[in-house]
């Protein structure tokens, strides 16, 4: 038996306001491919096929076309939601892709989805697990205490045994062995057990799952594409998987294994610049005569290379001129350039445009003598006593390099005067309460102070605030948005990921 493991298509995503239609268009045309190679019997998508939980048009139809190519291959193919799917919307229409050998687990609704398919060596029972969190399975079982995530997957990989029921006693048993090892740590002898409880030895068992599984003592590998996460919650111990041959895992973008056996596929493409340095592609599984899964990795194609640059910007404009010249297409590359620039320049996005069409993003890093200014922009004692002209003349000269000139420091003051005025008189006419909620007007100031230095720290003046090197270094980064980039194709604005 041969799978192919994928995971996080997020079709329809866009990458620093770029669509990856064609990217994705490439490498799914590529994973057809793959399977004319390869032969698989079947593809699993693990989770995040689409981007959003209502996909575009454009990516509804990706995904359908992509699907009637593995089918007019006759190939099985296994699907489930991830947390960036509709569970609902994805599963429509499943019952009828039933018959064409695509199985899509889109909501958990109590019992996970089976499907059974064998070779010579036996069965292979796939178990598809949709995205859960705990508010997901907790009406399911309402005798239990789910707290975590942890909690909910343990909870649904024991009922398997109680979904299994129907379908003879052999398997019955395999499942209340699940049962016994889900609450067992120790890997070979979860296995054992399941083997040996199986209908013949040979039983082999696949758990679909799109998960945050983290094992102890070690550190995933993480991307900046991938949901932030806060806390602990959402981790899965990877020990919970002991009792299965082969743990398909979608989720975390970049490929890995946490335990033998159990792997995630990542993402087919780097989602971010957090992951050239990944190696993509898509897993290919292979059972050997004792059930224990080989796994490799399979490059697909990419239209585009994701990688990053650093210069002035005369530099970068030169060295794109030469490409040019030559023809040579990594200009075309996904770039992320850091300028390195003294002083500010002028409209460096669409001059670098000319030479790189696909540049997604600009950083800006410029190098000041340290008698430019001192490392920190405040002093947290300084905070209260500083009036707010002088934190925007610091903050100026932080920016640009420059100190404000008289004009422009006469236009700040105006500014700031204007706008205590406009205080003093809104706090005049006020009753006693406004004295009441936010304190007196000197204390107010000092909000301001605060609210203004927090959000130039935002603004990712970056670096040890004591430095004693003789230059500092800061960067500050400016996403440049294409207005027609600004709404998604169903009109809502496009959100994080
Ligand atoms: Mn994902």
């Given amino acids: 038996m041969k799978l192919i493991h ?14 990856m239609m064609e990217d994705q268009r490439v490498m799914l045309d590529s994973v057809i491919d793959l399977c004319r190679r390869e032969q698989p019997d079947v593809v699993i998508i693990a989770g995040d096929v689409y981007d959003k939980p209502i996909p575009s048009v454009e990516a509804i139809n990706l995904f359908e076309s992509f699907l009637l190519a593995l089918s007019a291959l006759d190939k099985t193919v296994l699907i489930i939601a991830g947390n960036h799917d509709s569970g609902e919307r994805l599963s429509f229409g499943d019952v009828f892709f039933k018959k064409e050998g695509i199985h899509i687990a ?8 089976e499907v059974v398919l064998s ?13 859960i969190r705990p508010m997901h399975v907790r009406r399911f079982f309402p005798e239990e205490e789910i707290l975590s995530t942890e909690d909910a997957v343990r909870c649904v990989l024991r009922s398997v045994g109680k979904s299994a029921s129907t379908s003879g006693d052999a398997v019955c048993e395999v499942d209340a062995s699940i049962k016994e090892v889900a609450r067992s740590t120790n890997e ?82 780097a989602y971010s610049f957090s992951e050239i340095g990944q190696k993509k592609g898509a897993l290919v599984v292979e059972f050997g005569s004792d059930g224990s899964p080989i796994v490799r990795q399979e490059p697909l194609a990419s239209l585009h290379t994701m990688r990053r640059a650093r210069g002035t910007l005369d530099d970068l404009l030169c060295a794109g001129k030469t ?60 905070l209260g006593k500083l009036d ?31 706008a205590s005025d406009a205080y003093d008189v809104n706090a005049d006419s006020a009753s006693v309460s406004l004295e009441n909620d936010i304190g007196s007007s000197d204390e107010v100031n000092g909000d301001t102070a605060v609210t203004f230095a927090e959000s130039v720290s935002d603004n990712s003046i970056s670096g040890n605030a004591n430095t004693s090197s003789s230059t500092h270094q800061r960067e500050s980064e400016q996403t440049f948005r294409d207005p027609s980039y600004e709404l998604s194709d169903d009109g809502t604005p496009e959100g994080g990921t």
Wanted: charged residues 25%; glycine residues 8%.
């Fill in 119 to 131: 070779d010579e060596h036996g069965d292979v029972v796939f178990y598809l697990l949709p995205f």
């Fill in 323 to 382: 490409l040019e010249r030559s023809n040579d297409p990594s200009r075309e590359d996904y770039l992320e350039m850091t300028l390195t620039d003294r002083g500010p320049v002028a409209d460096p996005m669409n001059r670098l445009k000319v030479y790189y069409p696909n540049v997604m993003r600009l950083v800006f890093e410029r190098v000041h003598e340290e008698t430019d200014h001192k490392d920190a922009l405040v002093d947290s004692d300084d």
């Fill in 388 to 418: 707010p002209a002088a934190l925007f003349a610091r903050f100026f000269e932080l920016q640009t390099g420059r100190p404000l000139s008289e004009l422009e420091h006469n236009i700040v003051a105006d500014a700031v005067k204007s």
């Fill in 6 to 19: 994928l995971a996080d298509l997020h079709l329809g995503k866009r990458v620093h306001e770029v669509s």
């Fill in 106 to 113: 889109g909501v958990f609704d109590g019992a996970l989805d």
């Fill in 188 to 269: 070979g002898a979860g296995r054992r057990v399941l083997h040996s409880a199986g209908k013949s030895s040979s039983t082999r068992h696949v758990l679909i799952a799109h998960q945050f599984v983290t094992r102890s003592g070690s550190a995933v590998i993480r991307s900046d594409s991938e949901t932030l996460q806060v806390g602990t919650t959402d981790q899965v111990d990877v020990s919970l998987f002991s009792a299965f041959d082969y743990v398909a895992l979608g989720h975390l973008h970049g490929a890995q294994s946490l335990a033998e056996g159990v792997w995630y596929a990542g993402s087919p493409l």
